[in-house]
Each structure stands twice: as structure tokens, then as C-alpha cells.
């Protein structure tokens, strides 16, 4: 999986300057569909816990291949322990 730490100098980032939290982007699904988005699910979990530590929020949002309700269904039972959703 893929988990980059430019997520966590993010939030380290965010901590610093004060900021609530950061945002981070779903668009495009590359080569297996169901293993994609479980290795975006288990990046989004790394990158909560880490934010959560150092009192940031993460903020999804998401574009192409993410945007439908199938695929934010099966995000949000992965990240289910961090998710808190504001509308």
C-alpha cells in the first residue's frame, strides 16, 4: 500500500500553524479496483491516527473514480474508529 509521508508533515504542519486540519483527495482508482481501495482505506486509517495525535482533523474529499456511493461505502467501513461526519 501506499502511504506517503507528505500526510504526516501535513498534519505536522497543520499542528504548527494552527490549522483545525488537512484535506486529503480520492480521484483515481489504479489497477485493482478492490485492492485499491483497500490500501487507500488502510492509508486514511495511518493518516488519521496520525493526525489525531497531534490534534488535527482529516478531511475527505473526493473526485472521479471515488466519487460514488459504492466506493465511499466501502471507505467509510474501513475508517470507521476515526470517522465523524459533518454535512
Known sequence: NYYGIDMELAALLAEKLG???I???G???VGNKEKCIENVGISINKVCKF???H???VFLEVHGDFNTVE???QL???MEK???LHI
Open 71 to 73: 466506493i465511499l461505502k
Open 27 to 29: 480521484n483515481i482508482i
Open 23 to 25: 484535506r486529503i483527495f
Open 51 to 53: 493526525a489525531k495525535e
Open 19 to 21: 490549522f483545525k486540519g
Open 76 to 78: 467509510i467501513q474501513k
Open 82 to 84: 476515526y470517522l465523524v
Open 55 to 57: 490534534h488535527v482533523k
